[in-house]
Structures are given as C-alpha cells and as structure tokens.
C-alpha cells in the first residue's frame, strides 16, 4: 500500500492502535476474501490489509481503521474484517422531552445512504475527535452541532452503562472504556410544539433553537413507543437505556 505519511513505518510507529490487531493470514493458502484496489483484483499474497484514516496535525493517531486478516482462536481461524474507531465509538445523543407526562425522544430525520433511499429516524451523535477529552464532551459538541444550543436545555448527563458494542463480528472495543456511550439532553417543553405531521418540533425562532444548527430542523420528537421500534439500533439501545435511567421502568 502506498503510505502518504513516509515518516511511519509500521502500525506500530503511530500512537494509538486498535485494542485488538488481527492476525497475518498464513501465505501460501487459498484467500476466502479478494482484495480490489480501484476495481482491479489484488493477485499478489497479502498476509493482512489495513486501510488506516489519521486525525490531527503532527500527531499521527489512528482515527478510523478498517483491517482484513485473521480472526479466531487456534484452530478455529477465520479471514475477517475488523473496525476500530478512535475512543471505540463515539457518543449517541438522546435528547428527550416530557410533554402531558408523557416520554418523548428526539431523533433526527434524514437520509443515510447505508440505510436505503428514503429519510429514515435516526439518532443525533458522532465520533470521538482527537481534541475531545471525554465521552461527555463529545456528547455536548454534537448536541450542539446537530441538535440545539444551550438554552433550550433543562439538564444534560452521561447515561449509565457500559459503553455498547454496535457489532460484535465485526467492531473493536476491546480495550477498557471503548464503545458507543449514550449523553442525554433534556428539552424544555417550551420550545416544542404538536405540528400537522403529529409529532412535536422545535418552535422556530424560540430561545437558542437555530435554524444554523446543523440538523435542528430535522429534529421530531416521538413517542418512546415508537422510539423503542426505531430502524436505527442506536435509537432503540438509547431509549430503552434512558428509561432505565431515568426510573420510568416498572417494578
């Protein structure tokens, strides 16, 4: 593979590496996977594939890392592809509402090409930055990017648990403290109203809610029935753990 930053000799030589590596497939076997580099097949033996995104001017950590190697324990070995993101995941937002009593989850309506042609309800969140020191921090920059300012805010808090595996055949968290964690964002109800689609929105204009935030308009509120039967794992898993949280299970 060509290596845009020559200084780097190896995975090694950077300061963050996935908590797991997997390993070198043996040379001289019959690959179950075929490696294309710009729609032209790999012919050549490869012991592993490492596909390596780096964040961060000078510092020369691992952002993103996809790899293609071994996996297994011996004698059960398998090729496999494997992913790690810096931290193990990132934060998932879930702001939520009271409304007449009555839960409700904000999610974000939008098109996400992985998840076919239609807008589909997904939930707020990203990954860990180089520059974010705390699964919290995290949380606060993208409530504040992609949902709403501070004002319309009663509370915000980390939510209980530990941090979630999204896809255990194929995501890294093997190191202590990675995984996707869940912030939660209590929303002054004053700021939201009932509209003709049937769920409740941000009142434009009202407070800090901003038309320039990225996805504040995108932004419903929705019964957390409906929540818990979201498309998008992270909506469900978030839900169902605010819930817990917040004491709302019964006994």
């Not at 594939?49 to 964040?55: A, G, H, I, W, Y």
């Not at 239609?118 to 699964?135: F, L």
């Not at 979201?230 to 605010?242: E, H, K, M, Q």
């Amino acid at each position: 593979m060509c290596n845009p930053h020559p200084t780097i000799k190896t995975l090694e030589d950077l300061f963050l590496r996935p908590s797991v590596m997997l390993a070198d497939v043996p040379h001289g076997i019959d690959h179950e996977w075929m490696v294309f580099f710009d729609n032209r097949r790999v012919r050549n033996p490869f012991g592993r594939v490492d596909l390596v995104l780096l964040k961060g001017e000078g510092d020369q950590q691992i952002y993103r890392h996809l790899q293609l190697g071994l996996m297994g324990s011996e004698g059960n070995e398998y090729e496999a592809i494997a992913y790690y993101e810096a931290g193990g995941g990132g934060t998932v937002v879930i702001p939520f509402v009271f409304v007449e009593g009555r839960l409700h989850i904000g999610v974000l309506i939008q098109h996400r090409q992985l998840m076919g042609q239609k807008p589909v309800m997904t939930a707020a969140g990203g990954y860990k930055a180089p520059a974010d020191v705390s699964d919290r921090q995290t949380g606060e920059r993208e409530l504040r990017e992609e949902v709403t300012r501070q004002s319309v805010i009663l509370r915000g808090f980390m939510i209980e648990g530990d941090p979630v595996n999204p896809n255990r055949a194929v995501v890294i968290t093997a190191g202590e403290g990675e995984g996707v964690t869940f912030f939660a964002a209590e929303i002054n109800s004053d700021y939201v109203k009932k509209v003709d689609d049937g769920y409740y929105h941000f009142v434009p204009g009202a407070g800090d809610v901003d038309p320039g935030v990225e996805k504040a308009l995108k932004t419903v509120f929705i019964p957390v029935r409906e929540a818990a039967r979201s498309p998008c794992g992270f909506v469900r898993c978030g839900t169902l753990a605010l819930i817990a949280d917040l004491d709302l299970l019964p006994a």
